[in-house]
């Protein structure tokens, strides 16, 4: 019976300590998951195109520049690239730009993330466009205008790409080289050819001409300009795809019988000028 009595203390006190011990220990309201079950979502955030750079910019006519699209993507995805180019008008009631996709703006070949570009033989100012795409399907979508010019070049090119039936077509022939060209002309018109592409194949669609034979020569100077103007209603053009043929010569010692070569079917002029592609609709 005292051994009992002595023990007891001794336990009462134990079992104070402990329960003191106890509720000294951090506790935690906050209800915990199960890492082992929870799944873990991911997001895919879209990739980001920083800049789109040119070289050379400005470009020359028929010359090749290279253009690169500098993109991320925050997951580091793999990215596709998709590449258009425009032919930039602007629109006469509020000077707004206007992208005009479906025309003939030279040769765009994409190899990802850079391009090649082969400019049109039409001076003006182009936006070449550039689309990433990654494997989620996120896009990001970026321009870049370029110019382009004809510096050094001997050209032709009509004042717009896209006519309708009756409209004029207004052309600049300037020769910006350092030689001379010549050009036949006829009662002091230039004589020329409109071609058309039929099936995918350029043909002689008409003679503009006043002479079956040949009429002289008219001289291009360095840095000279002229204008030429064509009414679609007077030749006519029907809808189509065209461009403008002008046969010349360095060599003012040239002979014009090729035009009773054009008139009896076997085209062979010295050498051919010929215009940006244009359409009529």
Same mark, same amino acid.
């Given at each position: 019976?005292r051994a009992?009595?002595?023990?007891?203390?001794?336990?009462?006190?134990?079992?104070?300590?402990?329960?003191?011990?106890?509720?000294?220990?951090?506790?935690?309201?906050?209800?915990?998951?199960?890492?082992?079950?929870?799944?873990?979502?991911?997001?895919?955030?879209?990739?980001?195109?920083?800049?789109?750079? *040119?070289?050379p910019?400005? #470009?020359? %006519?028929? /010359?090749? =520049?290279? $253009?690169?699209? @500098?993109?991320?993507d925050?997951?580091?995805?793999?990215?596709?690239?998709?590449?258009?180019?425009?032919?930039?008008?602007f629109?006469?009631?509020?000077?707004?730009?206007?992208?005009?996709?479906?025309?003939?703006?030279g040769?765009?070949?994409?190899?990802?993330?850079?391009?090649?570009?082969?400019?049109?033989? *039409?001076?003006?100012?182009? #936006?070449? %466009?550039? /689309?990433? =795409?990654? $494997?989620?399907? @996120?896009?990001?979508?970026?321009?870049?205008e370029?110019?382009?010019v004809?510096?050094g070049?001997?050209?032709?090119?009509t004042?717009?790409i896209?006519?309708?039936?009756?409209?004029?077509?207004?052309?600049?022939?300037?020769?910006?080289?350092?030689?001379?060209?010549?050009?036949?002309?006829?009662?002091?018109?230039?004589?020329?050819i409109?071609?058309?592409n039929?099936n995918?194949?350029?043909?002689?669609?008409?003679?503009m001409?006043?002479?079956?034979?040949?009429?002289?020569?008219s001289?291009?100077?360095?840095g000279?300009?002229?204008?030429m103007?064509?009414?679609?209603?007077?030749?006519?053009?029907?809808?189509?795809?065209?461009?403008?043929?002008?046969?010349?010569?360095?060599?003012?010692?040239?002979?014009?019988?090729?035009?009773?070569?054009i008139?009896?079917?076997?085209?062979?002029?010295?050498?051919?000028?010929?215009?940006?592609?244009?359409?009529?609709?």
């Open positions: 019976m009992f009595q002595t023990i007891k203390p001794f336990m009462i006190w134990s079992c104070m300590a402990l329960m003191f011990y106890f509720s000294c220990q951090p506790t935690s309201t906050e209800p915990q998951n199960d890492i082992d079950h929870e799944p873990i979502i991911t997001i895919n955030k879209p990739p980001v195109i920083s800049s789109i750079t *040119a070289s910019d400005p #470009v020359q %006519l028929g /010359k090749t =520049t290279t $253009i690169t699209c @500098n993109a991320s925050p997951n580091d995805d793999s990215l596709s690239y998709t590449w258009g180019v425009a032919y930039v008008t629109d006469q009631n509020d000077s707004s730009q206007v992208f005009n996709w479906d025309v003939d703006a040769s765009l070949i994409n190899s990802g993330e850079i391009a090649t570009w082969t400019a049109p033989l *039409a001076e003006g100012l182009y #936006v070449i %466009l550039c /689309k990433i =795409t990654d $494997i989620a399907g @996120n896009n990001d979508v970026a321009l870049h370029i110019k382009v004809s510096t070049c001997l050209y032709v090119m004042d717009k896209i006519y309708s039936y009756g409209d004029t077509v207004i052309c600049k022939l300037k020769n910006e080289t350092d030689s001379t060209a010549y050009f036949s002309n006829c009662f002091m018109d230039l004589n020329y409109i071609d058309r039929f995918n194949k350029w043909e002689v669609y008409t003679l001409t006043k002479c079956r034979s040949y009429g002289g020569t001289e291009l100077l360095p000279e300009l002229v204008m103007t064509i009414s679609t209603m007077e030749i006519p053009l029907p809808a189509g795809i065209y461009r403008i043929n002008i046969p010349f010569s360095w060599d003012n010692n040239w002979s014009g019988d090729y035009w009773e070569d008139w009896s079917g076997h085209y062979s002029p010295p050498d051919s000028l010929l215009s940006n592609t244009f359409y009529v609709q």
